[in-house]
């Protein structure tokens, strides 16, 4: 696009590394499903669907997820203290339980008010129920002074991005595919991405061998390689890591002097086999083998964006650092202080997802009623894609795992290749498109996450409700292969 000369700023001198930044599950795709949902708004009739499905990005109340009542009910009064004159009301009229005021009352007693700023790292009441939670989770104790709240974990990977990025050399390895974020803020800040690739064949699970060679190729290069980054469970892939792959990654990281960014925002998105901490595994490690664990750096983020909860619009996250020098820790607090501090409701949010109505309580029925069924609905939402993806020609789909998406190989027709080229397209991404054009589903291309050369995929939240989406999926695969076969 041509640059309008009057304007001081341009495309053409703005910051280079922000343009050079991509963020697919954001990007054309998304923007076009988007003009799609104002014109269906705006009554048009010339489309062939009659909805928008944004299966891009993993937002589930925008997904019809109901919110869970006792978080809602809690956040309600700390907007709005003044409900606790009508205590008798709420609780007599409205269906709010006396641990709901409770609760309110304890938040509000711990920020004052959500109008205010907290301190730059979170209220301490707060991550002091984070640590009793971690410790609770670990069976390790955790401290409220290594606990860093965050506008969601995005926040908090920015953080830390930026501590441990001195400059272009600096290096970040990254699992492909991947989330975004990574590598995007990477670019963002000139540092070096080094990617490696997760195995396909083995569910999407690390293998110690790939990531020893990206390191060697990285250091090779001239890269000053300082951290790993291990989504887990994993996204776009939904994969737990077992826990010999989570020893053998903090034995590398001991050998190769490398921080470890955990990032567990999926940890009860999990389906199949058990979310291990990196925090446990650590503190395991190091209670078996004393003093040879003791210099690991673990960061590891979590947020209320995902889970049951699925609160992304509310901004919440946290993360908690382990084994980091102090000096660095007073800085990671001191650039935490720059932007003074994460939203109060949603810190305020995260204490309501780390410490949940407990058995007996009397919000508790209702809330795990809630709860169960929001996972239960995504496990079957995620089986039923999975039964259709199987029904498709040249698509393939490990079962589902867990987090919130699926991520199938597709294998396309020759003649598809040759129209994407002909449009300056990737096949993944060409195809996607025609998807979107056709069904109004929005789904990401493969290619927004990296995937192996020659191979393609796209990535779909499952987290639309009823079946209606997906039997158009499967219409247009099959009119597709047709028309290129
Ligand atoms: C693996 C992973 N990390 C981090 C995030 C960021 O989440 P948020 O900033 O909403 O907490 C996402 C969002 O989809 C994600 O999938």
Request: proline content about 6%; aromatic content about 8%.
């Amino acid at each position: 696009m041509a640059s309008n000369s009057g304007r001081r700023l341009n495309i053409d001198n703005i910051n280079p590394h922000v343009r050079a930044a991509k963020y697919a599950v954001r990007g054309e795709l998304a923007v076009k499903s988007e003009e799609y949902r104002a014109a269906l708004q705006n009554g048009a009739t010339d489309l062939p669907f009659k909805q928008v499905i944004s299966a891009n990005i993993g937002n589930p109340q925008q997904l019809d997820q109901k919110p869970i009542t006792f978080i809602r009910q809690v956040l309600s009064i700390l907007e709005n203290p003044a409900l606790l004159e009508k205590g008798d009301v709420l609780v007599n009229h409205l269906g709010y339980k006396p641990d709901v005021l409770e609760r309110a009352k304890k938040l509000l007693a711990a920020v004052g008010s959500v109008g205010a700023y907290s301190p730059s790292n979170g209220a301490p009441a707060i991550r002091q129920s984070i640590a009793e939670f971690l410790e609770r989770r670990d069976g390790f104790p955790a401290n409220p002074a290594d606990i860093y709240m965050s506008a969601g974990a995005s926040s908090g990977v920015n953080t830390l991005l930026h501590i441990i990025c001195a400059d272009e050399k600096s290096g970040v390895l990254v699992p492909i595919p991947q989330y975004p974020l990574y590598t995007a803020s990477l670019s963002v800040l000139n540092a070096t991405c080094v990617p490696y690739y997760l195995d396909e064949q083995k569910n999407w699970g690390t293998d110690l061998a790939t990531i020893r060679a990206a390191h060697e190729k990285a250091k090779a290069e001239g890269v000053d390689v300082r951290a790993i980054v291990i989504i887990n469970p994993g996204n776009p892939t939904g994969a737990s890591l077992p826990e010999e792959d989570i020893r053998a990654v903090i034995e590398f990281a001991r050998q190769e002097r490398l921080v470890i960014l955990a990032d567990e925002v999926y940890q009860t998105n999990v389906f199949i086999g058990e979310f291990i901490s990196f925090k446990r595994m650590l503190r395991q490690m190091q209670k078996e083998q004393p003093g040879t664990y003791d210099n690991i750096e673990l960061a590891s983020l979590h947020s209320v964006s995902k889970g049951m909860i699925g609160e992304c619009g509310h901004r919440g996250g946290y993360f908690e650092l382990v084994g980091f020098d102090p000096l660095v820790q007073a800085e990671i607090y001191k650039f935490v202080s720059i932007m003074l501090c994460a939203p109060v409701i949603g810190q305020c949010l995260v204490e309501l997802m780390v410490n949940p109505p407990k058995p007996g309580e009397p919000s508790y029925d209702l809330y795990i009623q809630e709860y169960n069924a929001i996972f239960n609905g995504l496990h079957e939402r995620a089986t039923a894609l999975h039964k259709a993806f199987e029904q498709m020609e040249g698509v393939e789909c490990g079962v589902p795992q867990g987090s919130m998406y699926l991520f199938p190989t597709i294998k396309l027709p020759p003649k598809a290749a040759k129209a994407a080229a002909a449009e300056g397209r990737t096949p993944d991404e060409f195809y996607c498109l025609r998807m979107l054009e056709a069904t109004g589903v929005c789904v990401v291309p493969g290619s927004g996450f990296g995937q192996k050369e020659g191979t393609l995929h796209f990535r779909t939240t499952f987290l639309a409700p009823g079946t209606e989406w997906v039997g158009s999926i499967v219409k247009f695969h099959k009119e597709f292969m047709d028309k290129y076969r």
